[in-house]
């Protein structure tokens, strides 16, 4: 069962926010009790793209509901940025401390809570729509400058006049040694942003389920006990890990805003 969800404006990011809204139709079946197809889609989707729903989605289950957000907040922000940037707000003093500096240096957070906080575009002057593009190429280009300045700065500390390397010249030990301190990084910074958000508990009472769930099918197989012992060890062995904290596998993908898995044979990441 669906139902589309609608978000706050942005101006209430801070911890007060309430919950999304809940959309769903409630005429799923005709007189007789035969689902109408036709108009059962014509009611979703009115929901769906309705201007309360802006094209949320809500999966109902038996113990959590989850929550898909593809759509809009009213000011025009995809609904997964306007959460990962709330993230990097609220836990911003859990990030790597060189890394952290950094964006303070630059006045990262108070940039991104004036971008959050702006009109709707039609609203918008045109002095105001070219500043939020201007302010939207600045955000990106702190990030990304803030990572790369503290993984010079970390070889630098590890290999002292790293910093005057050109990068053709660059040895190929110091640049899978730098390959991996970014990798390193984006961990931290993963960690940071989503340890302790509550779709994650969401992920870890899921998994928990769903491999006790394996356990008992596996006890009920008509197989030989080697076999059962073996495979039943094998699902008890898998560890689930937050997004982006294995720095063997991490990359930008799973600390940003994209919705994806990914897996190694022993320990699934879930992001």
């Known amino acids: 069962m669906t139902a589309c969800t609608s978000g706050k404006s942005v101006d209430d990011w801070r911890p007060s926010m309430t919950p999304l809204l809940n959309y769903s139709s409630d005429r799923l079946f005709t007189i007789n009790d035969h689902p109408y197809c036709k108009a059962t889609l014509d009611a979703y989707c009115n929901y769906l793209y309705s201007p309360g729903a802006l094209g949320n989605l809500?999966?109902?289950?038996?113990?959590?509901?989850?929550?898909?957000?593809?759509?809009?907040?009213?000011?025009?922000?995809?609904?997964?940025?306007?959460?990962?940037?709330?993230?990097?707000?609220?836990?911003?003093?859990e990030l790597p401390k060189d890394f952290?500096?950094?964006?303070?240096?630059?006045?990262?957070?108070?940039?991104?809570?004036?971008?959050?906080?702006?009109?709707p575009r039609p609203?918008?002057?045109?002095?105001?729509?070219?500043?939020?593009?201007?302010?939207?190429?600045?955000?990106?280009?702190?990030?990304?400058?803030?990572?790369?300045?503290?993984?010079?700065?970390?070889?630098?500390?590890?290999?002292?006049?790293?910093?005057?390397?050109?990068?053709?010249?660059?040895?190929?030990?110091?640049?899978?040694?730098?390959?991996?301190?970014?990798?390193?990084?984006?961990?931290?910074?993963?960690?940071?942003?989503?340890?302790?958000?509550?779709?994650?508990?969401?992920?870890?009472?899921?998994?928990?389920?769903?491999?006790?769930?394996?356990?008992?099918?596996?006890?009920?197989l008509d197989i030989p006990d080697s076999i059962r012992n073996d495979w039943t060890e094998r699902i008890l062995s898998v560890k689930l890990v937050l997004p982006g904290s294995m720095p063997e596998i991490s990359d930008e993908e799973c600390s940003t805003t994209r919705i994806n898995s990914c897996a190694t044979s022993s320990t699934p990441s879930w992001g």
């Open 58 to 93: 809500m999966i109902k289950r038996q113990h959590q509901s989850i929550q898909i957000l593809q759509g809009n907040t009213r000011n025009g922000f995809s609904q997964v940025f306007y959460r990962y940037s709330i993230a990097k707000i609220r836990h911003r003093r």
């Open 100 to 119: 952290y500096r950094i964006l303070i240096r630059h006045n990262y957070f108070q940039k991104l809570e004036t971008l959050l906080s702006r009109r």
């Open 123 to 220: 609203e918008m002057s045109m002095q105001q729509r070219l500043a939020d593009v201007q302010l939207n190429y600045e955000l990106g280009s702190i990030w990304a400058a803030a990572i790369r300045e503290a993984i010079i700065d970390r070889m630098n500390k590890k290999f002292p006049g790293y910093y005057r390397i050109p990068e053709k010249s660059m040895p190929i030990e110091l640049d899978v040694e730098r390959r991996r301190m970014r990798r390193i990084l984006i961990s931290q910074i993963s960690q940071a942003i989503w340890k302790d958000d509550a779709n994650w508990q969401k992920v870890v009472n899921l998994f928990k389920r769903l491999q006790k769930s394996y356990v008992h099918v596996i006890a009920d």
